[in-house]
C-alpha cells in the first residue's frame, strides 16, 4: 500500500517536474527585446553642431543631413564643394544597430555610439590619431520633418 | 525513498538555474581598448621594436576591431598607414578569433638552379640591379586569415592570449605588430594595393623564411585596459 503511494507520488512528481522543465526550457533562453535606441534613431536629421574631443569645431559637410530608414538603408546628405561638383551630394548606405553601436556601413570599421531622445540626436565616434591617442568627434543633431529625398 | 524525491525536488531549481548560464569569458569583457604589454614566443619575452611597442587594440562591441602600431609609419615620407582593421568574435567564452591581413610566400624557384627568381632594372649607370617593387609583388600574395586564440586571461584589467602558429605566419601577418625589418615599403604604392608587403626574398633568406614557415611555435599575447 505504501510502495504504491509513493510510486503513484512519483509519477505525479516526474510529469510536474518535466512539465515545468518543458516550459522553463522554452521560455529562459529567449533573446531580449529589441533596444528601443534601434527604433527612436529613425527619422530624418539635421545636423546642429559637431565636437572633437569636446572642443567645438567646423561641422561635418559631409553628413549635414542624415534620414536614417526603417528599411537599415540611411541617406546622408554631402553638401561639400567636391560632392555638388561631382553630383553626389545623396548617398546611400546600409546601417546597424549592434552591441549598442550605430554601424553605417560607409563609415565602417568605425562605428557610431548613439545618445537619443524624441528630437535630439547625438553620435559619437573614436578613432586611433597618429600618435595613438583616441580622438573622440560627437555629432549632434535635430529631428527634421521626414520628406523624400532622392 | 521519500528522501531520494526530496533530493530531486531540491536539485530541480539548480538544474533550472544553471542550465541557461554560459561558461567562460563574455565578449563584453574583450570589448574596449587595450595596449600591448608584451609578446612572448614559447614562454621567451621577445623584444619589440619601439614601433611593434605601441600597439593598441580598440575592439568594438559590434565586432570590428582597430589595430594602432607604428610599424609603417616611416612609409610614405612619415605619413605611412598606423591603423588596421578587421573582425572580432568569442567561440564559446574560450575562444577569441581575429581577422587580419596575411601574406603568403609565391616566390617562384628557377627550375634549372633552385635560385630566387627576381626581376631585374638598369640603374642610371646602366647597371643590372634588383628590381624590389616589381620582384617583392610577384613573391607574396596577400589574403586574410582568421586567427584562432585561447583566452587565458580577461578581466577589466588584463587580456592574455595565446596561439599555436607557424613563426612565419606570426612574422608576415598583421599578428598584430609586425617587425618594421620583416617588412618593406612599396614606393611608389601600386592603384589599390597595401603601401607595405613582406621584405625581398632572395637566395640568402628564402630557406630560413621557408623554414619560418614550418616552424610552430606558441605566442601568448598580454595586453592591458587602457581607459579613453
Redesign the interface.
Known sequence: MKINHERKFFQIFLFAALSLLFIVGANSCQKDAVDPVSTKIVGTWHQTSKTINGIPALKDSTRLLIQINATQICILCDSTARAIKAKTIVSRSGWSYTGGLLNIAIDLPASWTPVVDANVLSIERSDFNQTGGITKTTLTYNRVANFDIK | ??TV?KL??LL?PLF?YT??QKDGFTPGLA?G?WKQVSVTEDGVAMTLTPEQD?C?L?I???????C?H?SF?SYNNGNGP??F??TWSMLEGTWINFTTDKWELIAPLSSDSDKVVLVYKKDSNNKSVIDTLNSVQKQWSQFHIQSRFTIIQLNGTDMEIRLKTFVGEKKYALLFAPSPSDFTELKPAPDGKSIYIPKLVTDDNYWIIRNELQTLKTYIFKFRKVN?
Open positions: 525513498m521519500k524525491y530531486l525536488i530541480l533550472v542550465s541557461c570589448t581598448l605601441s593598441k580598440l568594438d562591441a559590434n565586432g570590428a576591431y582597430r594602432y607604428q609609419k598606423t591603423s582593421y578587421g579613453y
